[in-house]
C-alpha cells in the first residue's frame, strides 16, 4: 500500500513571492496582503531609524508605493522582507539627510518597574538612549537599527546598505564607539 505524500508546506518567503506575482499582474488584494504581512515591521523600522512616528508612516507609505510600481520588475532573490527593509532603509537615510532632527521622538511606553522610582530610572535611561542614537550620523543609526533591532546579519546589512560586510562592521564598531561617548555617564 502507497503512503499518500503530504502537501509540501509553503513558507511565507514563498507565499510573498506568490503575492508579489499577482501584485505585478494587478492583483491589489495580494498587495493588501503583502501590506498587512510587512507594515508593522516596516514601520518599525523606521520609527527607530527616524524617532518620528509620522515620518516613519510617511516612509513605510513611500516604501510600499514603490513595492507597487516597482512590482512587474521584482526577481525574487531574497525574501521580500529583506527588499522592503531595504526601501525602508534608503528611504529613512534620504529623509535623515534632508533633516537631522534634535528631538527624537516620543518614548514607547516603558516596560512595568517594581516601583515608581526604578520605572522614572527606566525611562531616563531610554530616553538617553534614544538621544544618544539620535546623534548619530544616519548611516551609523540605520546598521544600529538593522543589527541590534532587527537582528539582521552582517551580510543582510550589507545588501540593504549596498556596501560590503567589511565596510559594515566598520559602520558598527563606529557607531558603537559614538554610542559609548554619548553614553558614558550611564555605564
Known amino acids: 500500500m502507497e503512503i499518500p505524500k503530504q502537501p509540501r508546506s509553503i513558507s511565507a518567503s514563498e507565499q510573498d513571492h506568490d503575492l508579489m506575482r499577482r501584485v505585478a499582474l494587478g492583483d491589489l488584494s495580494a498587495f493588501e496582503e503583502l501590506v498587512i504581512r510587512h507594515q508593522n515591521r516596516a514601520w518599525a523600522v523606521a520609527w527607530r531609524s527616524l524617532g518620528d512616528s509620522s515620518e516613519a508612516q510617511d ?41 537631522r532632527p534634535d ?13 515608581p522610582e526604578e520605572s522614572l530610572q527606566l525611562q531616563e535611561r531610554m530616553l538617553a538612549v534614544r538621544r544618544a542614537l539620535g546623534r548619530l550620523p544616519a548611516r551609523h543609526r540605520v546598521a544600529i537599527v538593522l543589527r541590534h533591532q532587527e537582528g539582521l546579519s552582517y551580510d543582510e546589512i550589507a545588501r540593504v546598505l549596498a556596501i560590503s560586510t567589511k565596510a559594515v562592521d566598520s559602520l558598527l564598531q563606529r557607531a558603537r564607539e559614538s554610542l559609548k561617548r554619548h553614553l558614558k555617564d550611564l555605564l
Not at 516604501?63 to 526601501?87: D, E, G, M, S, T
Not at 516620543?106 to 516601583?115: H, I, R, Y
Open 59 to 99: 516612509v513605510v507609505q513611500e516604501a510600499f508605493l514603490r513595492v507597487l510600481r516597482a512590482a512587474p520588475r521584482y526577481r525574487p532573490v531574497a525574501p521580500f522582507h529583506k527588499y522592503l527593509l531595504q526601501i525602508v532603509t534608503r528611504l529613512c537615510l534620504d529623509v535623515r539627510a534632508k533633516k
Open 103 to 115: 528631538y527624537v521622538g516620543d518614548l514607547p511606553e516603558a516596560a512595568q518597574s517594581q516601583t
